[in-house]
């Protein structure tokens, strides 16, 4: 049988490997890093070639007596040849090592994402250093002025758009982050989308949906329909919107929205899918009077016929750019065992879509 | 001949438990996923669990092997193919175990290099992991399954951080349709599984130190049991969190799944997850050069502690050749090939054949 070995030999060796071994791995003290909290891509005018990055970066100073210091930044914006050349282009003029740890958001201007934005991504979802919740969103204008500029928050603008994306997501925007953005794009049924930000003055502002073909931007949703678009995409609870009902607008909260894919193969091959929608919400303000109960209905026909004549044209639309955000290709894969991933293509813009709604009121708040 | 056993070397059969459980769920549960989903994709789950039948099946054979001729490896060996030739299986019996020991302990060292220290070299990080590996290998089968008990405690929490991918963003449509692959595919998926449960043939190292009970064959099936479940949920997570098409790009699905796990004090969580699977493959790294060291000290009657220093020292040799990652996937799908026939090849033959020697050997008696 074995014996024990003497432990002081152990001891020994150990020490001197945790002596030798001490210096083997590059050190990387929080003070004496960069760590970029904001990543942008912007093209160069006339220089299909060239991508424009900007990173910042924030800066922690010691506050002297009582009160809380605001934060700073440190921007920095350099061109390189290839989005690839970027992160050692940075490097050129940072004053310390940049680390990608802490990354939250990266923007990327529409005419980057209009050329594909697989390149870029590449080496966010290959670096184990970042996570897969990271916001990615497409900047209408310049994303370097987006980080550049200056805004009423207290905030980092890292921080600032990481916070209007997901606060968005909680209500009336689908939501989504760089784990989104792959899980649709491998998926051979499903595209990606991605929120649409502008600056306007000094705020920040969704301005949509940006709906993805695989990689490539195509075309945006504006911000007044993305409720509708989170309608047809999944089942959430919350958000609001308002709806013309002859002119004067009635406003909802939403308590609860279900969606439901049913799929029909129809005679001579064709198919056909019904997006059935049960919404359930409350009325939150109207500017005509609610006169006894008999409005009520009223109002929940009307709206399921303005929700559902616009969730078509929606629909009529993506089906018109090829674009399938809905995952609807995924919905038939999961029902049909002969969906053809290579022919959906072909197959998703003859695809015949019925969209049904169905509205419930379930309260009109404390008065009648 | 029945091998007697000092009872101050034994353990319990309940360690016998810990022991199998630990040497099944190792460094392969944190990238089967991809090569599983290659063939069956969704219905891979299925492949797992027919994986965990056979090899249940495969391990009450063992348990018979092992309960008629109470012994070990060598013993049924010896005794069923005579002195040479079973010299010789028993030889290739022992460059199997230390397969397994250079793929846990590789394996390992690309994770650490990939996830966390790409500068640190191999040296450091698998001479570091030796050292440790010798220091319970060297106090003998008890101080092993101390670990294998501590190990399976320290690495039950990791599974309960698999709630948060479910509960963020698990789409189980992704399961849907079921049974849409052919057999064939699910087959080929069975055969990439096999490398995880492959371990379990320590047994016939192991046998003759558990305590005699009535409950050391269900302890063993319990094991197998266990991970079994653990790979199939694991599996229907994973498949439900990315789906199959992107599962096919993800390298270590199991730490990528950790990914989405974020404390306020902790911005990756798969640093937690890589740091505590040092105790998962601690045992599996042990239970391997200690049941080869330990054959071929029953073989030649060596000084095992020498023969453990010997075998370290020859693993960090070979080791060092297979260091990136392509020659690595090649080495893991020779030891796989190996695994299956060894499994599903080897045991049974071994059976049927201790069947029909029982058989023979009953008839001259009478005779």
Excluded at chain 2, 123 to 136: D, K, N, Q, R, T
Excluded at chain 2, 224 to 235: E, G, R
Excluded at chain 2, 266 to 283: A, H, Q, S
Aim: charge should be positive; proline fraction near 3%.
């Amino acid at each position: 049988m074995l014996k024990r070995s003497k432990p002081i030999l152990y001891i020994l060796c150990i020490t001197l490997l945790m002596f030798s071994l001490s210096g083997c791995v590059r050190t990387r003290v929080i003070d004496d890093i960069h760590l970029a909290q904001i990543v942008g891509y912007d093209t160069v005018p006339n220089d299909d070639d060239s991508v424009l990055g900007t990173i910042s970066v924030p800066i922690y100073t010691q506050s002297g007596g009582s009160g809380v210091l605001q934060p700073q930044s440190d921007n920095m914006s350099v061109i390189a040849h290839r989005g690839s050349q970027i992160r050692s282009n940075l490097e050129s003029v940072s004053e310390y090592p940049l680390e990608v740890g802490k990354l939250m958001t990266i923007l990327f201007s529409k005419d980057i994402a209009e050329k594909g934005l697989y390149t870029y991504i590449d080496f966010y979802k290959r670096n184990p250093d970042v996570g897969r919740g990271i916001v990615l969103a497409v900047s209408d204008g310049s994303a370097g002025d987006i980080i550049n500029g200056q805004y009423k928050t207290n905030r980092l603008v890292s921080e600032y758009i990481m916070n209007l994306v997901n606060n968005n997501s909680r209500n009336n925007s689908p939501k989504t982050n760089l784990h989104y953005f792959l899980y649709s794009y491998y998926n051979a049924g499903m595209d990606p989308f991605l929120p649409i930000i502008k600056k306007e003055e000094d705020d920040l502002k969704i301005e949509g949906i940006a709906l993805f073909k695989k990689d490539r931007y195509v075309d945006m949703i504006p911000y007044s329909q993305a409720f509708l678009f989170k309608m047809l995409y999944q089942s959430f609870a919350g958000g609001n919107f308002s709806v013309p009902i002859k002119d004067k607008y009635v406003s909802i909260s939403s308590i609860s929205s279900r969606v439901s894919y049913r799929f029909k193969k129809l005679k001579g091959g064709n198919q056909e899918i019904t997006i059935k929608i049960k919404q359930k919400g409350f009325l939150r303000e109207t500017e005509r009077k609610l006169e006894g109960t008999t409005t009520i209905p009223y109002i929940q026909k009307a709206m399921e016929k303005y929700l559902t004549k616009n969730a078509n044209t929606m629909v009529k639309h993506l089906q018109e750019l090829n674009v399938d955000s809905l995952g609807l290709g995924d919905h038939i894969r999961s029902n049909d065992r002969g969906w053809n991933a290579e022919k959906w293509n072909e197959v998703y813009p003859h695809l015949n879509i019925k969209v049904n709604i169905d509205v419930e009121l379930k309260q009109t708040g404390i008065t009648d | 001949m029945p091998l007697k056993i000092p009872e101050n070397h034994q353990v319990s059969s309940s360690a016998l438990f810990f022991i199998l459980y630990q040497i099944q769920v190792g460094i392969g549960i944190l990238a089967y996923q991809r090569t599983v989903g290659l063939h069956a994709e969704a219905d891979g789950w299925i492949s797992i669990l027919f994986c965990g039948l056979a090899v249940q099946i495969v391990l009450w054979m063992m348990l018979q092997l092992l309960d008629h001729f109470q012994g070990d490896l060598i013993t049924i060996h010896t005794s069923l193919f005579g002195k040479w030739l079973g010299t010789g299986l028993t030889i290739m019996y022992i460059f199997y175990y230390l397969g397994m020991a250079l793929t846990v302990l590789n394996s390992y060292v690309s994770i650490v290099q990939v996830w966390m220290f790409p500068q640190m070299s191999y040296w450091e990080i698998a001479v570091l992991l030796l050292i440790v590996g010798y220091s319970f290998i060297s106090g003998g089968l008890r101080s092993i399954s101390g670990i294998c008990l501590l190990s399976t405690i320290y690495s039950s929490p990791l599974f309960i951080t698999l709630i948060f991918p479910v509960e963020t963003s698990g789409d189980f449509d992704n399961m849907l349709p079921l049974f849409s692959h052919t057999p064939e595919d699910m087959f080929f998926s069975l055969k990439e599984m096999a490398l995880n449960f492959e371990g379990i043939s320590i047994i016939f190292m192991v046998y003759p130190f558990i305590k005699k009970s009535k409950k050391v064959a269900s302890w063993a099936q319990y094991s197998v049991f266990l991970s079994t479940f653990l790979y199939t949920v694991l599996y229907i997570i994973s498949v439900c969190y990315f789906n199959t098409d992107e599962l096919d790009h993800i390298l270590w699905p199991t730490m990528s799944l950790w990914k989405i796990v974020n404390l306020p004090f902790m911005e990756r969580f798969e640093y937690i997850g890589i740091t505590i699977w040092l105790f998962v493959i601690l045992p599996n790294l042990c239970l391997t050069i200690w049941g080869g060291s330990r054959a071929i000290k029953r073989m030649f009657s060596i000084n095992q502690r020498k023969l453990v220093l010997v075998i370290l020292a020859l693993l960090l040799i070979c080791g060092s050749f297979f260091n990136n990652q392509l020659l690595l996937e090649k080495w893991n799908e020779l030891q796989s090939l190996f695994g299956l026939g060894v499994l599903f090849g080897y045991i049974p033959f071994l059976y049927f054949y201790h069947l029909i020697v029982k058989k023979v050997r009953k008839h001259h008696a009478k005779a």
